[in-house]
């Protein structure tokens, strides 16, 4: 349940706690709000400004004071504690269904990834929904919340990355491409697939070939398949030597 008014939110960010996200009404002004901002700001949790009637829908008829927060299964984490393990990273080009996000988070954790990557607007972040969605992948795998997806693709790749994006315009199949490490797995967002400049900045355009008359599929579904054939390339990889 989402944290309301201006005295439990700030107690929430003087300790720590992790926050997805903080909305504040449009409009609402004051000293006191202006401190929570600040806050915000220096712990780098996203702030939503939205009407009155979506923050008293957003508190469940709770005096607001102009402020709801939502708490954040866990704390995210930065791009450079996780790419130094030279790990396979899931990068998320705006993932927006919770149940989707956690699913990917889970089945990015049983492949063995190193880290999920997301961005800060209009995606999922770790809302409770997607930790259950998760089934407790949360507690083992890292998850970095980036402004820029393409900064962080920059950051990998300054760290010898190799970036494979899945996209139904690519010209490599997911089985025939030869994955070299340390690799960077990019998804797209349900049904629009990879931004145009994201997936400018992948090293490979990797397709699942489809059988039957749907184009695509489930975004968490499209992760699974990759991911599992990324595993068992590494585990054919590692008996080879």
Same mark, same amino acid.
């Given at each position: 349940s989402p944290l309301v008014g201006i005295h439990p939110i700030r107690e929430a960010l003087r300790a720590g706690r992790p926050l997805d996200r903080v909305l504040v009404a449009k409009g609402a002004g004051g000293a006191r709000l202006q401190e929570l901002l600040v806050l915000c700001r220096e712990r780098g949790i996203p702030v939503r400004f939205e009407t009155r009637d979506r923050l008293d829908r957003a508190a469940?008829?709770?005096?607001?004071?102009?402020?709801?927060?939502?708490?954040?299964?866990?704390?995210?984490? =930065?791009? &450079?504690?996780?790419?130094?393990?030279? %790990? @396979?990273?899931?990068?998320?080009?705006?993932?927006? +269904?919770?149940?989707?996000?956690?699913?990917i988070i889970r089945t990015a954790h049983a492949a063995g990834a190193a880290a999920v990557v997301i961005p800060e607007r209009r995606a999922a972040g770790l809302t409770e929904t997607v930790g259950r969605a998760a089934a407790g992948a949360l507690a083992y795998l890292p998850v970095v919340r980036v402004v820029n997806i393409?900064?962080?693709?920059?950051? =990998?790749? &300054?760290?010898?990355?190799?970036?494979? %994006? @899945?996209?139904?315009?690519?010209?490599?199949?997911? +089985?025939?491409?030869?994955?070299?490490?340390?690799?960077a797995i990019v998804l797209g967002a349900e049904g629009s697939g990879l931004h145009e400049h994201v997936a400018k900045r992948c090293d490979f355009l990797v397709r699942i070939p489809m059988a039957g008359q749907v184009a695509s599929l489930n975004v968490s579904v499209a992760a699974g398949v990759m991911l599992f054939e990324w595993k068992r390339r590494s585990s054919n990889q590692t008996t080879a030597r």
């Open positions: 469940n008829g709770a005096n607001h004071q102009g402020v709801v927060a939502f708490g954040a299964a866990e704390k995210y984490l =930065l791009i &450079e504690d996780t790419a130094a393990s030279g %790990g @396979l990273h899931v990068v998320l080009d705006g993932v927006e +269904d919770p149940h989707n996000l956690g699913a393409n900064r962080a693709l920059e950051q =990998l790749k &300054e760290r010898d990355y190799w970036i494979y %994006g @899945l996209d139904e315009r690519g010209k490599d199949t997911y +089985d025939q491409v030869e994955f070299t490490k340390p690799s």
